[in-house]
């Protein structure tokens, strides 16, 4: 089963500044990675799949990158309502066969 | 638009069972596997099982298998979570979900969750 391991657990970030959030695969996934932002009391959003595509309607802040193990997801400059917990999650074993996994979660916080 | 409704959800003691359902709207539900997801109180996601379109595909994680049974019925449009010899560690919110296109393994359209407690 692959692993996926995100830091740091808490961000803090001023308004306006970029945020950075890293995830990490114990095994290559290849870009099979999708970013999730999920706040109080509210189901996941997905934010990013293919590890750099925008679902429709994210905001342009909203960028994900990398490959293999070492994926990066990125709001440039940060909003109130971006507050969340944000989560990534690999597919590489797609169409359906074991498991997809999620790493657990980044808090990013409005400093 | 998507829509995603589960219920069934509650309180239930240790070793006792439950069905969630889950109705869905808004697309072609044939055309869709589906999973469902938790979230156990404060903690992170957890897939927990999916079903192939014509229900004759499916997988459950391991923390479930033996227990919990996946079904569909797409004559309702509705999946659902049939949870039996329930333990304390299965509480927790349970989500349906749908991928966000028909052959994509990540889920883009999920419902609002049913809360689950398994205690005595």
């Known amino acids: 089963e692959v692993v996926l391991t995100q830091s740091p657990a808490t961000l803090s970030v001023s308004p306006g500044d970029r945020a950075t959030l890293s995830c990490r695969a114990s095994q290559s996934v290849s870009s099979n990675l999708a970013w999730y932002q999920q706040k109080p009391g509210q189901a996941p959003r997905l934010l990013i799949y293919g590890a750099s595509t925008r679902a429709t309607g994210i905001p342009a802040r909203f960028s994900g990158s990398g490959s293999g193990t070492e994926f990066t997801l990125t709001i440039s400059s940060l909003q109130s309502e971006d507050c969340a917990v944000y989560y990534c999650?690999?597919?590489?074993?797609?169409?359906?066969?074991?498991?997809?996994?999620f790493g657990q979660g980044t808090k990013l916080e409005i400093k | 638009q998507v829509h995603l409704e589960e219920s069934g959800g509650g309180l239930v003691k240790p070793g006792g069972s439950l069905r969630l359902s889950c109705a869905a709207s808004?697309?072609?539900?044939?055309?869709?596997?589906m999973s469902w997801i938790r979230q156990a109180p404060g903690k992170g996601l957890e897939w927990v099982s999916h079903?192939?379109?014509?229900?004759?595909?499916?997988y459950y994680a391991d923390s479930v298998k033996g227990r919990f049974t996946i079904s569909r019925d797409n004559a309702k449009n509705s999946v659902f979570l049939q949870m039996n010899s329930l333990r304390p560690e299965d509480t927790a919110v349970y989500y349906c979900?749908?991928?966000?296109?028909?052959?994509?393994?990540?889920?883009?359209?999920w419902g609002q969750g049913t809360l689950v407690t398994v205690s005595s």
């Open positions: 808004g697309f072609t539900f044939s055309d869709y596997y």
């Open positions: 979900a749908r991928p966000y296109f028909d052959t994509s393994g990540y889920p883009g359209y």
């Open positions: 079903i192939g379109h014509s229900g004759t595909t499916i």
């Open positions: 999650q690999q597919y590489n074993n797609w169409p359906p066969g074991r498991a997809y996994t």
